[in-house]
Every structure is written in structure tokens, then in C-alpha cells.
């Protein structure tokens, strides 16, 4: 894959400018600053949700505490954090 499409899979805009980093960096480095990053559009979707947290209201299209798979994650972290907490005291 292109440089271009590995940066339009993790939601870079089409309009995102590189500037010199092609040229003074290469194409691997630039390549491995794409697949290190956090997608744009993931951490906009997660400052959506935080600042309406911030502001005090419940945000658009938030999963509900029972959805099956928001009950899964919640025991999960719940057993990794006791997990945790047992390897800790003992």
C-alpha cells in the first residue's frame, strides 16, 4: 500500500499536509508515524464525548450500561483490576 493509502485508512484527511517529512524523513518513517498514530477521526469522536461529559450532558450515540458488550468490557476490567490488586498486596 501507498503511503497515501495507509494514511486514508487511519482516517488522516485528504487534506493533511506532511510538509518536508517525505523528503527529510523517507517514506519508511513516515510509513511507521501513520501506523504508530492514533486515527484522527478516533480521537475526535473521544473529545466529543469527553467535552459533552465536561459540560454535564450524556453524549450522542453512547452505548447503554446493558448493552451485553459494555457488561463484558465492565467484567473484564473489573477482573483485571482484581487481578492486579491481588499481585500487588501479595
Do not use: Y
Not at 493533511?16 to 508515524?33: Q, S, Y
Not at 458488550?69 to 467484567?75: C, H, I, L, S
Amino acid at each position: 500500500m501507498s503511503t497515501l493509502e495507509c494514511a486514508r485508512l487511519q482516517t488522516f484527511p485528504e487534506t493533511f499536509r506532511w510538509g518536508d517529512a517525505l523528503e527529510t524523513k523517507g517514506h519508511t518513517n513516515v510509513r511507521d508515524m501513520i501506523g504508530e498514530a492514533v486515527p484522527p477521526l478516533f480521537t475526535r469522536q473521544h473529545g466529543r464525548v469527553l467535552a459533552a461529559l465536561l459540560e454535564g450532558r450524556r453524549p450522542n450515540l453512547v452505548m447503554s450500561t446493558e448493552d451485553k458488550r459494555v457488561k463484558k468490557a465492565v467484567a473484564s476490567l473489573e477482573a483485571a483490576g482484581a487481578a492486579a490488586a491481588s499481585r500487588v498486596s501479595a
